[in-house]
Structure formats: C-alpha cells, structure tokens
Nanobody, 124 residues
Framework: QVQLVESGGGLVQAGGSLRLSCVASGGFFSTYAMAWFRQAPGKGRDFVAATNGNGEYTTYEDSVQGRFFIYRDNDQNTMYLQMNSLKPEDTAVYYC????WGYGSTSAEPYEHWGQGTQVTVSS
C-alpha cells in the first residue's frame, strides 16, 4: 500500500511559479501511474496532469498545457508538478494520486491512493 505526501504549495502572485512535490512510500513507485488533481472552493476535483510509470507519457488538462509540467524521479520515489505563469484561477488544493499498473488516466476513478493535498493560492 503506497502512501503519498504532497508539499510545495503556498501563496504566489499571478505570473509566478511553484513546484509541487509528491513523495511516495510503501510501494514500488515505478509500477504506479501518477497524477495531479485539484479542487477549488465549492467545486469538484478536477484533473490537472498525469504520467505513466516511467514518465515517458504525460497528459495535461487544456488550461494548464504549456504552463504546467509533470515529471517524476523514480529513484527518489517522487513526482513533481512545475507550475509556471500561474493565474488566480489556478487557486485550489492540489492532490497527487497513484494508480498501480495504470497508464496515466485523466479520470479520478482508477486512482486508488491519494495524498492529503497542498494549498496553492494565486493572488491577482
């Protein structure tokens, strides 16, 4: 059973950058597809980005394409989300998720393991 812990959230001005980290423990990290989802106040949990077990496949939600970059370091059991050109509408709690033997789905349904979330606030 893998455990996930996110970090790196915070308050940033519009146009700024943040890098989120998700450290996994208790499983074979490279067997898990990993993803980031986010939940803004009063809204549902939305897909942001995903990658497969070796990091060669990535996919992004349209509004973050070209601004956010998902990557992983399997030697360090860590996944990252580099977020650039941040906008106020990116404000949300960001969650990392793991799907063993998955390919990097954009749906939350296959992801069996979730972190506790990290708050990202972008001021205008």
């Amino acid at each position: 059973q893998v455990q996930l812990v996110e970090s790196g959230g915070g308050l940033v001005q519009a146009g700024g950058s943040l890098r989120l980290s998700c450290v996994a423990s208790g499983g074979f990290f490279s067997t898990y597809a990993m993803a980031w989802f986010r939940q803004a106040p009063g809204k549902g949990r939305d897909f942001v980005a995903a990658t497969n077990g070796n990091g060669e496949y990535t996919t992004y939600e349209d509004s973050v394409q070209g601004r956010f970059f998902i990557y992983r370091d399997n030697d360090q059991n860590t996944m990252y989300l580099q977020m650039n050109s941040l906008k106020p509408e990116d404000t949300a709690v960001y969650y990392c998720a793991a799907d063993q033997w998955g390919y990097g789905s954009t749906s939350a349904e296959p992801y069996e393991h979730w972190g506790q979330g990290t708050q990202v606030t972008v001021s205008s």
